[in-house]
């Protein structure tokens, strides 16, 4: 499966971004999707999740009461809501996507990847 991720930019701090992921080839209402995240010099992050059928999501602690993840499987894309942003919320934001069922944070628990937008959060 092929992954593309659109819609970041710049922003000032509290305000709001909604991120993409479209899904090209293989069967996408049967992935767990995943967001991810990495700032310079730092580790890849888990953001959030949702499980094949949207039933459930999963967020980071920081993640958690700011963004809303959802998909839909008609159209082949996922979507994250972000809201109330923050300077250290400053990052590249991976979509990802994985073949099992079970929650997971780990990237190598993830077979595709996007290449990843930016999102820059100014104070």
């Known amino acids: 499966v092929d992954l593309v991720e659109t819609g970041g930019g710049s922003v000032q701090a509290g305000g709001s971004l909604r991120l993409s992921c479209a899904a090209a080839?293989?069967?996408?209402?049967?992935?767990?999707m995943g967001w991810f995240r990495q700032a310079p010099g730092k580790e890849r992050e888990f953001v959030a999740s949702?499980?094949?059928?949207?039933?459930?999501?999963y967020y980071s602690n920081s993640a958690e009461g700011r963004f809303t993840v959802a998909r839909d499987n008609a159209k082949n894309i996922m979507y994250l809501q972000m809201n109330n942003l923050r300077p250290e919320d400053t990052a590249v934001y991976y979509c990802?996507?994985?073949?099992?069922?079970?929650?997971?944070?780990?990237?190598?628990?993830?077979?595709?990847w996007g290449q990843g937008t930016q999102v820059t959060v100014s104070s």
């Open positions: 080839g293989g069967t996408f209402k049967r992935y767990f």
């Open positions: 949702i499980t094949d059928n949207g039933g459930s999501k």
């Open positions: 990802a996507a994985r073949q099992y069922y079970s929650y997971s944070t780990n990237t190598g628990d993830y077979f595709a």
